[in-house]
Every structure is written in C-alpha cells, then in structure tokens.
C-alpha cells in the first residue's frame, strides 16, 4: 500500500502512525510512503493573499486519484469542504486533543496565558479563526503572520520574534514537541472543524482499501467529523472564513459548538446544539443555520467582501 503524504515532520509523523497501525493489523502488507510538495508548501505568501482551497491537500489527493497512491493522510482541518471528485473518507482514526494551545505568556491555561500578554504583545498565527478569536479577547494585540512548521513556529516565540503563538495540541503531542503551552477552553475558543483528527483518503470504488482500513477507524471520531464538516460546508468556510466548530460525542449523542467571527474580532458568534450521533451531518448544518440566522449572513458577506477572498 503507497500512502500519500506532505513532506514536513508532522505531515511525515502522522503518515508514519498510520503506517504503522496497517503493518500491526495486517501483518505482511508492504506500506511505503510517498511525499508531495503541494502548493501550501510552495507558496510563502499569507493564506489570506493566496487564490484557491486546498492549498494543502489537492496535490496530495491527486497522487490518489491518479493511482500513484492507495491512500492520503491528511491534517483532517486541511482538508477542503468538498472533497476532489472522486474521492472519498475512507477511514477517520481515533481524534487526539482537537484543543489550541498557546506557547508564550504565563500561567498553566491558555486564558492565562492570553491575559497575561502586556498590551501590543505580537501573537503569531496564519489562521483566520486564531486571529479572530484572540481579537475578541485582547483587541490591543498584534497579529503577526507565523508560518511555517511546528519547529519553526516554536522557535520564532524561543527567539523573542513574536512574544506567543497560537498552534494546534495535537501537532504538538504527535511530534512530542517540548513547549511550555497552556490550553484553551474550546468552550468559547472553539477549535478548526476537524482539529486532532486524521482522515484517510482513496479513491471512490477502492472497496479492497476500504476493508484493510476498516480496522483503524473510530465510528466516534467519524460521526464528529461529519458534524463539523456539514457545518463548514453551509458556511462555505475555507481558509479565509474565521469559522470554528466542535462535535463531541458521548454514547450516541452529539454536541456540537460552533462559532464565526469577524477578522477584526469586533463581534463573534457561538452557538451550541446536541441531538443524535446518527444525525451527525444534518446537526452540523442546523448550528450553521442557526448562526447564520442570528447575524452570519453579515459576517461572511463582509469576509467574502475583503480583497483575495471569495
């Protein structure tokens, strides 16, 4: 089995426990990886200023769809609402932490950490949804750019380039990264639809890769990311929509909280539902109803108004 993969540390380390749990499952299959440099990894310009989704993600699925790969692992956040034609999510293994967590500051919370930030304090994150959140907080903050890898994010706040950073808990747990971070309740700073999980993707028909991956999938994980993505998909969230979404299951329910906020962080939205595990997609779109219903429609018309997005 060939699986498709990004090129950087984590991208390589997520594909390698994948690899791993298809070598502990099917003892004898032959797993190779293959890395591709996808358009994200090209382009050094700000998310924001780049045309297009995907930007991580398209390359890699197309090393599928062509057959030069059974399989693409992907960040699950990365991925785009609607998935390339023909392909399909043929397995979601079990979510790590789908929390954020800030690297700077001081305190043992993440809230702590984000107050303890001396006014104009520069936060350094690519993500439309951090900087919005974190504005909504602390609106005398400097959003500062940050790309990169998680090394390189860590090192630029090590150096004093930027005083905090904003990045993903799972990233850092995966790589068994050594940062003094805090979390943030994912109450009210509410993680990227997807955030923690890993989607494994074939191409539609594959039933043969369909079965040996049936043994790595996480029936909770899978009804959660069907619940985010649904919401994501009525917002038309991408890159450039400060939008977030979290689904938690427990038994054969769901709860999901969901937010959208305006980049400048002058107002943001948060809504919360639960219902039935086996409703996942249609509760993701009802809380993205109900958001656009109590001022969405404005927030995304004036997104989708700011130059480079659409």
Same mark, same amino acid.
């Given at each position: 089995?060939?699986?498709?993969?990004?090129?950087?540390?984590?991208?390589? $380390?997520?594909?390698?426990?994948?690899? /791993?749990?298809?070598?502990?499952?099917?003892?004898?299959?032959?797993?190779?990886?293959?890395?591709?440099?996808?358009?994200?990894?090209?382009?050094?310009?700000?998310?924001?200023?780049?045309?297009?989704?995907?930007?991580?993600?398209?390359?890699? %699925?197309?090393?599928?769809?062509?057959?030069? #790969?059974?399989?693409?692992?992907?960040? #699950?956040?990365?991925?785009?609402?609607?998935?390339? %034609?023909?392909? &399909?999510?043929?397995?979601? *293994?079990?979510? @790590?932490? *789908?929390?954020?967590?800030?690297?700077?500051?001081?305190?043992?919370?993440?809230?702590? $950490?984000?107050?303890?930030?001396? +006014?104009?304090?520069? &936060?350094?994150? +690519?993500?439309?949804? $951090?900087?919005?959140?974190?504005?909504?907080?602390?609106?005398?903050?400097?959003?500062? @750019?940050?790309?990169?890898?998680?090394?390189?994010?860590? !090192?630029?706040?090590?150096?004093? %380039?930027?005083?905090?950073?904003? =990045? #993903?808990? #799972?990233?850092?747990?995966?790589?068994?990264?050594?940062?003094? +971070?805090?979390?943030?309740? @994912?109450?009210?700073?509410?993680?990227? *639809?997807?955030?923690?999980?890993?989607?494994?993707?074939? !191409?539609?028909?594959?039933?043969?890769?369909?079965?040996?991956? /049936?043994?790595?999938?996480?029936? $909770?994980?899978?009804?959660?990311?069907?619940?985010?993505?649904?919401? !994501?998909?009525?917002?038309?969230?991408?890159?450039?929509?400060?939008?977030?979404?979290?689904?938690?299951?427990?038994?054969?329910?769901?709860?999901?909280?969901?937010?959208?906020?305006?980049?400048?962080?002058?107002?943001?939205?948060?809504?919360?539902?639960?219902?039935?595990?086996?409703?996942?997609?249609?509760?993701?779109?009802?809380? /993205? @109803?109900?958001? =656009?219903?109590?001022?969405?429609?404005?927030? =995304?018309?004036?997104?989708?108004?700011? *130059?480079?997005?659409?």
């Amino acid at each position: 089995m060939v699986i498709a993969t990004r090129g950087s540390r984590l991208a390589l $380390r997520q594909a390698e426990l994948v690899a /791993a749990q298809l070598a502990e499952q099917h003892p004898g299959l032959d797993v190779e990886l293959q890395v591709v440099t996808t358009s994200g990894d090209r382009d050094r310009r700000p998310f924001a200023d780049i045309a297009g989704t995907g930007l991580f993600v398209a390359e890699v %699925e197309r090393a599928v769809l062509d057959g030069r #790969a059974d399989i693409a692992v992907h960040s #699950a956040k990365d991925l785009t609402a609607e998935l390339a %034609e023909g392909a &399909v999510i043929a397995c979601v *293994p079990r979510r @790590e932490d *789908p929390r954020d967590v800030i690297v700077g500051g001081g305190g043992s919370s993440g809230e702590e $950490r984000l107050g303890s930030l001396p +006014s104009g304090a520069r &936060v350094g994150t +690519s993500s439309m949804r $951090r900087q919005a959140l974190a504005l909504e907080a602390r609106p005398d903050l400097e959003i500062v @750019e940050l790309r990169g890898n998680v090394d390189t994010r860590l !090192a630029t706040v090590a150096r004093g %380039e930027i005083d905090a950073a904003v =990045l #993903a808990a #799972a990233g850092l747990e995966r790589l068994e990264a050594q940062a003094d +971070s805090g979390p943030l309740d @994912e109450s009210w700073w509410v993680p990227a *639809p997807g955030q923690g999980a890993l989607a494994i993707e074939t !191409a539609a028909g594959r039933s043969e890769v369909v079965a040996l991956l /049936a043994a790595l999938s996480d029936p $909770r994980s899978e009804a959660e990311l069907v619940c985010e993505r649904a919401f !994501a998909e009525r917002l038309e969230g991408g890159c450039s929509v400060p939008l977030g979404c979290l689904a938690t299951a427990s038994g054969s329910t769901l709860v999901v909280t969901g937010f959208l906020g305006a980049p400048d962080g002058s107002h943001g939205l948060r809504d919360r539902i639960s219902g039935p595990a086996s409703d996942a997609s249609a509760l993701g779109v009802e809380l /993205a @109803e109900a958001i =656009l219903d109590a001022g969405g429609k404005d927030i =995304l018309d004036d997104v989708h108004a700011e *130059p480079g997005t659409s």
